[in-house]
C-alpha cells in the first residue's frame, strides 16, 4: 500500500469518526431541515449561472450523509460515497426517506460512467479523494457534452501554508492540500470551461470556493 493510500484510508475513517461526533449532539428533525435550508440557499446562490435543475440525470459525487441529494426532487439522481455503508449506522442518514435517490457505495475513483448525467455536483469532497487525478478524469467523462460539473472545496489562501499543510498533514481529514488555480487548471486539462467561480466564505486560513464548469 503506498503513502497516499495509507493517508486516504486514515482520513476516510476520521471522517467518519467526525461525522458521529458532530452528529450526535444534533436534534435528526432540526439538523436535516437546517441541511436543507443550506442546499437550497446554495443553489439559488448558483441560479444565475445555471437553472435549478428539474428532470435531469444527476451525479451527487462524495455526496456524505446529508447531501445535495436532498433537495434534488423532480430529477433522476445518483449518490455516491465510500463511507455510505457506514453512515447508515447514523441517525441522521435515513435512504428510506429518499425512495427516488439510487445510492452507490463507491469512490469517485470507482466511477465509471460515460456521458451519463446533465450535472454533477461534487461538493466539499475533491480534497478528501486518493487519486485526484483519475477522480478529475471520471467526473469529467461521466459527464454529458453540454452539462456542468459544480465543485466546492476549501482551497489555501497562502502557499507557504500551503506547502506546510502538505509536508506535515495539518488537516489530516483531507489529503490534498491545493490553491483554488491549481483545482481549476484540473478543469481546464480535461476541456472543461470555468464558467464561474465563486468566493462562497473566507476565512483564515481556506478559501471556500464553489466552481461551475461546463463540458465542451
Not at 439538523?31 to 439559488?44: S, V
Not at 430529477?75 to 442518514?93: C, G
Request: proline residues 3%; charged residues 25%.
Amino acid at each position: 500500500m503506498t503513502t497516499a493510500s495509507r493517508k486516504w484510508k486514515l482520513a476516510q475513517a476520521l471522517e467518519y469518526k467526525w461525522w458521529q461526533n458532530y452528529l450526535q449532539k444534533k436534534d435528526v428533525s432540526k439538523y436535516l431541515d437546517w441541511k436543507r435550508n443550506y442546499w437550497n440557499n446554495l443553489l439559488l446562490s448558483l441560479s444565475e449561472y445555471i437553472e435549478f435543475p428539474v428532470g435531469k440525470n444527476i451525479l451527487d459525487a462524495g455526496c456524505g450523509p446529508a447531501g445535495i441529494f436532498m433537495v434534488l426532487s423532480g430529477n433522476t439522481v445518483d449518490a455516491l460515497d465510500p463511507l455510505l455503508d457506514r453512515y447508515k449506522s447514523l441517525e441522521h442518514f435515513i435512504p428510506e426517506k429518499y425512495p427516488r435517490i439510487n445510492f452507490i457505495n463507491a469512490s469517485i475513483e470507482a466511477l465509471d460512467h460515460e456521458e451519463k448525467y446533465d450535472l454533477i455536483f461534487c461538493m466539499n469532497a475533491i480534497n478528501h479523494v486518493n487519486d485526484i487525478e483519475l477522480c478529475y478524469d471520471n467526473l469529467v467523462k461521466a459527464l454529458k457534452s453540454g452539462g456542468y460539473l459544480i465543485i466546492s472545496t476549501d482551497a489555501h489562501r497562502h502557499e507557504f501554508l500551503k506547502k506546510i499543510f502538505q509536508l506535515i498533514p495539518g488537516d489530516v481529514l483531507h489529503p490534498v492540500q491545493l490553491n483554488i488555480m491549481e483545482y481549476n487548471t484540473f478543469l481546464s486539462k480535461r476541456n472543461m470551461e470555468t464558467i464561474h467561480d465563486i468566493l462562497y466564505k473566507r476565512e483564515m486560513i481556506f478559501d471556500y470556493h464553489i466552481t461551475i464548469a461546463k463540458k465542451r
